[in-house]
């Protein structure tokens, strides 16, 4: 593993917060790793703990100043030798900073520079924590894939209590080995649809279902963590749900209707290694769509007539070439679970599908909730497994089991 390699450079930038003391444990915590560390600090990180101290720790000289070592250009160095940057303390004023991009000063001059995973531990006081500026800088660093660890809700300076306590040093440790350490899909093309479809009517009306795609967008962002490239085909998925899966390795393409899903994956497809579906994909669009907004005027009630949309899944089983894996999900009804098993193995057959997720939907449950519960049946029909818990824990089991078919 990466984590291991005498050869990972880390620097850690240090800024000025008392938390500061906490990042000397921390530093020891990657040295004995094996880890190279190169401590930045900030001139105000120097009056909590003191650039011998540093030293000492981190085995390599320590500066402040873009104007040392010139000759190796180190202000630009460090960041492009990083295989990973951290922020511990990152206080308020350091994070807009680097929001800003602001580099007067080797940490700010080590950021820009740098292409490696950056992780911030923020700390300061609840207050400004919550501040509107502080969280607006919080969003757009996690937009550009910025990772974050903490704050934790605890005891802070001057007897006051909230977030914005730094986490333990042995917490930013566990997030720098996980982001050192190749994701189980590295290399991996995943294509995932998402939400749901809308057929149109007239300018003005769909028929549509209720869909959030907070599943599907889950699958994404939970196989870019695990370091796959990730195109996700949106169908009508809010705003919302988007930004909290925002990541580097995500690519997502927006479509309406079951049509044009049905083109972007299969243009996808070819250049995807596992195909999901988790889209709830129309059956039935109407089968003229007016030009003008329908209107009353004519009286009467006016009937729709409907024509079966393509089964995209199915289509795309039936053309899947070797070693590619489509996964599709199906969303029933049931009295009870015999009956969900016996619809989803049936769904598995007819589609042609290696793998299925099934969940119960109904009134009450399935749509926009956080959380979820399904089973996923490996080739065959067997379960592989029954999970429930939020949709990211949900999606995190399905990629397991992704994985030991593949
Ligand atoms: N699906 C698809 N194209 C369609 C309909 C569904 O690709 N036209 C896919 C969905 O993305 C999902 C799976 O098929 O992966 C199952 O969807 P579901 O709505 O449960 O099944 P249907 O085929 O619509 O069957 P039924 O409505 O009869 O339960």
Redesign the pocket.
Known sequence: MLGQNRDVNIVVGVTGGIAAYKTVHLVRLLTKGGHDVTVVPTADALRFVGLPTWEAISRHPVTTSVHEDVARVRHVALGQAADLVIVAPATANSIAKITAGLADDLLGTTLLATEAPVLIAPAMHAEMWRNRATQANIATLRERGVHLVGPADGELAGGDSGPGRMSEPEEIFAAAQALLAPGDLAGVRVVV?AGGTREPIDPVRFLGNRSSGRQGAALAAEAAARGAEVTLVSANISGDVLADVRHPSIRVVGVGS?IQL?EVMKREAAESDVIV???????YRPVAVSERKLTKEGGGVPAIELI?????????ASARRPGQLV??????TPEDEAELLA?ARG?QQ??G?DL?VVNEVGWERGFESAENAVHILGPGGAVAATVSGSKRAVASAIWDAIGRER
Not at 308 to 316: C, G, I, P
């Open positions: 649809s079951a049905a579906m988790a889209a709830a994909v129309a059956d079966e949309n393509e089964d995209v899944v199915a289509a795309l996964v599709g999900f199906a969303a029933e619809r769904k007819r589609k599908v299925l």
